[in-house]
């Protein structure tokens, strides 16, 4: 179930009743998922944790509720689980175990950057978050070099501008770019440029 990425009206209908329905919620952080139920108005759920630490553990007592006929509904603290959050694995399971699996659509951080950017959205490659360390992340670039499509990369705020100066180092000064930040939120913004002029600001 796709949740809000910021602001809270950007639930839909459908993930209300997903979330009311449920009678188990996977989720990363169930302090932030609560805080979201109760603005939602439901109460009552149980909750499975499933982050980067305790979704192999997990899969297993997930799928043996849901061959017993439990309804579970899984969300990320953040936009649609399994892109760069945790849900790829447990969705899988549930698939290899035979049980249906649906996905309510909503928010989605890489989809917004995309069409706000102003870059060709016909064809693109998501690289989902770049390495921490600057010779991995150099090397990822390098194998990117001769790549067509737009690039889609997230970054945790602390460590954008020694992203930027690999980025730099490898596609050059004068490539275009985009940094979008803050999406839906109040304090949204994006900024466009060269990667010399992204570093600058």
């Known amino acids: 179930v796709a949740t809000p990425i910021g602001n809270l009206s950007d639930i839909s209908p459908r993930a209300v009743e997903a979330l009311q329905a449920a ?9 932030r998922t609560g805080m979201l139920l109760q603005h939602l108005g439901i109460s009552g759920k149980k909750y499975i944790v499933i982050n980067e630490h305790t979704e192999f553990d997990a899969c297993d ?10 309804e579970v ?4 603290d ?17 698939v290899l175990a035979g049980i249906t699996v649906s996905s309510i659509p ?7 950057a995309l ?6 959205t016909s064809r693109f490659v998501f690289e989902g978050f770049l390495p921490r360390k600057s010779g991995e992340r150099r090397t990822l670039c390098e194998s990117l070099l001769h790549e067509q499509r737009t690039m ?27 940094i979008c930040r803050e999406l839906t939120k109040t304090y949204e ?13």
């Open 23 to 31: 009678d188990v919620v996977c989720c990363e952080d169930t302090r």
């Open 115 to 120: 069409v706000m950017s102003g870059l060709s």
């Open 189 to 201: 913004e994006v900024v466009r440029g060269t990667l010399a002029e992204l570093i600058t600001w």
């Open 73 to 76: 509904a899984l969300v990320s």
């Open 152 to 178: 889609v990369f997230f970054e945790a705020p602390h460590r954008l501008v020694d992203s930027l100066v690999d980025l730099e180092a490898v596609f050059g000064s004068q490539r275009q770019a985009v």
């Open 78 to 94: 953040a936009g649609t689980p399994g892109i760069s959050d945790p849900g790829e694995r447990l969705v899988k399971a549930a």
């Open 61 to 70: 007592e997930v799928v043996g509720k849901l061959l017993g006929g439990i």
């Open 106 to 112: 909503g928010p989605s951080a890489l989809t917004m």
